[in-house]
Protein backbone atom coordinates (compact mmCIF):
# COMPACT_ATOMS: atom_id res chain seq x y z
CA UNK A 1 0.00 0.00 0.00
CA UNK A 2 0.92 3.18 -1.08
CA UNK A 3 0.21 7.23 -1.18
CA UNK A 4 -1.51 7.81 -4.19
CA UNK A 5 0.18 10.86 -5.28
CA UNK A 6 3.69 9.01 -4.70
CA UNK A 7 2.75 6.09 -6.55
CA UNK A 8 1.56 8.90 -9.65
CA UNK A 9 4.71 10.52 -9.28
CA UNK A 10 6.89 7.55 -9.20
CA UNK A 11 4.63 6.19 -12.64
CA UNK A 12 5.54 9.62 -14.23
CA UNK A 13 9.28 8.12 -14.22
CA UNK A 14 8.93 4.38 -14.50
CA UNK A 15 6.44 1.91 -15.47
CA UNK A 16 7.77 -0.66 -12.70
CA UNK A 17 6.64 -1.51 -9.47
CA UNK A 18 8.72 0.65 -6.99
CA UNK A 19 9.04 -2.61 -4.15
CA UNK A 20 9.76 -5.72 -6.60
CA UNK A 21 10.59 -4.01 -10.13
CA UNK A 22 8.17 -5.88 -11.96
CA UNK A 23 6.79 -4.45 -15.47
CA UNK A 24 3.03 -3.28 -13.69
CA UNK A 25 2.07 -2.14 -17.36
CA UNK A 26 4.09 -1.27 -20.64
CA UNK A 27 2.66 1.95 -21.29
CA UNK A 28 -0.20 2.81 -19.14
CA UNK A 29 0.89 1.84 -15.42
CA UNK A 30 -1.76 3.59 -13.47
CA UNK A 31 -4.50 1.14 -15.38
CA UNK A 32 -3.66 -1.13 -12.47
CA UNK A 33 -3.53 0.83 -8.98
CA UNK A 34 -6.80 0.53 -7.06
CA UNK A 35 -8.09 2.32 -3.97
CA UNK A 36 -7.47 0.13 -0.42
CA UNK A 37 -10.75 1.37 0.74
CA UNK A 38 -10.62 -0.05 4.16
CA UNK A 39 -7.05 1.49 4.66
CA UNK A 40 -8.56 4.88 3.42
CA UNK A 41 -11.50 4.50 5.42
CA UNK A 42 -9.13 4.35 8.70
CA UNK A 43 -7.00 7.21 7.56
CA UNK A 44 -10.27 9.51 7.57
CA UNK A 45 -11.12 7.97 11.02
CA UNK A 46 -7.65 8.64 12.17
CA UNK A 47 -7.73 12.06 10.91
CA UNK A 48 -9.69 14.64 11.56
CA UNK A 49 -12.11 16.23 8.63
CA UNK A 50 -9.71 14.85 5.95
CA UNK A 51 -12.33 13.68 4.01
CA UNK A 52 -14.25 16.78 4.14
CA UNK A 53 -10.79 18.26 3.27
CA UNK A 54 -9.90 16.25 0.54
CA UNK A 55 -13.63 16.36 -1.12
CA UNK A 56 -13.65 20.22 -1.40
CA UNK A 57 -10.08 20.30 -2.70
CA UNK A 58 -11.01 17.81 -5.34
CA UNK A 59 -13.99 20.25 -6.19
CA UNK A 60 -12.14 23.46 -5.76
CA UNK A 61 -9.36 21.93 -8.80
CA UNK A 62 -12.36 20.84 -11.27
CA UNK A 63 -14.14 24.58 -10.33
CA UNK A 64 -10.94 26.50 -10.91
CA UNK A 65 -10.37 24.78 -14.77
CA UNK A 66 -13.74 24.93 -16.06
CA UNK A 67 -13.94 21.25 -15.86
CA UNK A 68 -16.83 19.25 -14.69
CA UNK A 69 -16.61 17.57 -11.36
CA UNK A 70 -16.45 14.01 -11.19
CA UNK A 71 -19.41 12.11 -9.63
CA UNK A 72 -18.12 9.70 -6.92
CA UNK A 73 -18.06 6.25 -7.84
CA UNK A 74 -20.81 4.45 -6.07
CA UNK A 75 -20.31 0.34 -5.74
CA UNK A 76 -22.41 -1.62 -7.62
CA UNK A 77 -24.38 -4.39 -5.89
CA UNK A 78 -23.70 -8.12 -7.74
CA UNK A 79 -26.26 -10.60 -7.49
CA UNK A 80 -24.88 -12.90 -4.05
CA UNK A 81 -23.63 -16.19 -5.47
CA UNK A 82 -23.55 -17.38 -1.61
CA UNK A 83 -23.37 -15.47 1.01
CA UNK A 84 -23.36 -11.67 1.70
CA UNK A 85 -23.81 -9.43 -1.40
CA UNK A 86 -20.11 -8.15 -2.71
CA UNK A 87 -19.44 -4.57 -3.95
CA UNK A 88 -17.56 -4.52 -7.35
CA UNK A 89 -15.32 -0.98 -7.81
CA UNK A 90 -14.04 0.04 -11.31
CA UNK A 91 -10.34 1.62 -11.29
CA UNK A 92 -9.29 4.08 -9.25
CA UNK A 93 -7.38 5.95 -12.25
CA UNK A 94 -9.84 7.68 -14.81
CA UNK A 95 -8.48 9.24 -17.95
CA UNK A 96 -10.38 12.78 -18.55
CA UNK A 97 -12.34 13.16 -21.58
CA UNK A 98 -10.09 16.07 -22.73
CA UNK A 99 -6.91 13.60 -23.30
CA UNK A 100 -8.55 12.15 -26.27
CA UNK A 101 -5.72 11.17 -28.54
CA UNK A 102 -3.18 8.61 -28.60
CA UNK A 103 -0.07 8.95 -30.89
CA UNK A 104 2.51 6.47 -31.31
CA UNK A 105 6.65 8.07 -31.36
CA UNK A 106 8.56 6.63 -33.43
CA UNK A 107 12.13 7.97 -34.59
CA UNK A 108 12.74 7.26 -37.86
CA UNK A 109 16.55 6.75 -38.86
CA UNK A 110 17.52 6.10 -35.00
CA UNK A 111 18.86 2.70 -36.68
CA UNK A 112 21.40 4.54 -39.35
CA UNK A 113 22.99 6.23 -36.00
CA UNK A 114 21.77 10.16 -37.87
CA UNK A 115 22.92 11.26 -34.53
CA UNK A 116 23.65 11.07 -30.70
CA UNK A 117 19.90 11.77 -29.12
CA UNK A 118 18.39 10.42 -26.08
CA UNK A 119 15.90 7.93 -26.33
CA UNK A 120 12.29 8.75 -25.73
CA UNK A 121 11.52 6.60 -22.28
CA UNK A 122 7.70 5.79 -23.88
CA UNK A 123 6.51 5.65 -27.23
CA UNK A 124 2.85 6.46 -26.53
CA UNK A 125 1.58 9.61 -25.41
CA UNK A 126 -1.97 9.97 -24.32
CA UNK A 127 -2.64 14.35 -24.97
CA UNK A 128 -5.62 16.35 -25.88
CA UNK A 129 -7.08 16.82 -29.64
CA UNK A 130 -6.29 20.24 -29.32
CA UNK A 131 -2.62 19.65 -29.56
CA UNK A 132 -0.46 21.42 -32.34
CA UNK A 133 2.20 19.45 -34.00
CA UNK A 134 4.12 23.06 -32.77
CA UNK A 135 3.29 21.24 -29.19
CA UNK A 136 4.48 17.39 -30.30
CA UNK A 137 7.14 18.85 -31.56
CA UNK A 138 8.77 20.92 -28.69
CA UNK A 139 7.55 17.78 -26.42
CA UNK A 140 10.15 15.70 -28.32
CA UNK A 141 12.80 18.20 -28.09
CA UNK A 142 12.47 18.63 -24.73
CA UNK A 143 12.80 14.79 -23.55
CA UNK A 144 15.12 13.88 -26.68
CA UNK A 145 17.56 16.39 -26.05
CA UNK A 146 17.56 18.17 -28.91
CA UNK A 147 19.87 20.49 -30.51
CA UNK A 148 18.26 23.74 -31.27
CA UNK A 149 19.47 23.24 -34.77
CA UNK A 150 18.60 20.13 -35.84
CA UNK A 151 15.47 19.53 -37.77
CA UNK A 152 12.47 17.88 -37.31
CA UNK A 153 10.04 16.59 -39.29
CA UNK A 154 6.45 14.74 -37.89
CA UNK A 155 4.57 12.66 -40.69
CA UNK A 156 1.73 10.74 -39.83
CA UNK A 157 1.62 7.57 -42.77
CA UNK A 158 3.08 9.52 -45.90
CA UNK A 159 1.80 13.04 -44.62
CA UNK A 160 4.47 15.68 -43.67
CA UNK A 161 2.47 17.78 -41.02
CA UNK A 162 2.40 21.31 -40.55
CA UNK A 163 3.14 23.20 -37.20
CA UNK A 164 -0.43 24.94 -36.95
CA UNK A 165 -1.97 21.82 -37.22
CA UNK A 166 -4.22 20.29 -34.33
CA UNK A 167 -3.98 16.16 -33.83
CA UNK A 168 -7.63 16.09 -33.96
CA UNK A 169 -7.87 18.08 -37.76
CA UNK A 170 -5.12 15.43 -38.68
CA UNK A 171 -7.27 12.52 -37.74
CA UNK A 172 -10.50 14.32 -39.50
CA UNK A 173 -8.52 14.91 -42.49
CA UNK A 174 -5.88 11.81 -43.31
CA UNK A 175 -9.10 9.59 -41.39
CA UNK A 176 -8.91 6.27 -41.00
CA UNK A 177 -5.16 5.75 -41.97
CA UNK A 178 -4.43 7.35 -39.40
CA UNK A 179 -5.74 5.33 -36.65
CA UNK A 180 -3.73 2.73 -36.10
CA UNK A 181 -6.03 -0.60 -34.22
CA UNK A 182 -4.11 -2.26 -31.16
Same mark, same amino acid.
Given at each position: ???????????????????? !???????? &? %????????? %? @????????????????? @????????????? &?? &???? @????????????????????? &?????????????? !????? !??????????????????????????????????? @????????????????????????????????
Amino acid at each position: TVCKSCIVRHFYYSNRCPKC !NIVVHQTQ &P %LYNIRLDRQ %L @QDIVYKLVVNLEEREKK @QMHDFYKERGLEV &PK &PAVP @QPVPPSRGRPRKVLGSVFRIP &PELDISILLEFIGA !NEGTG !NFKPLEKKFVRVSGEATIGHVEKFLRRKMDLDPAC @QVDIICGDHLLEHYQTLREIRQVIGESAVQVG
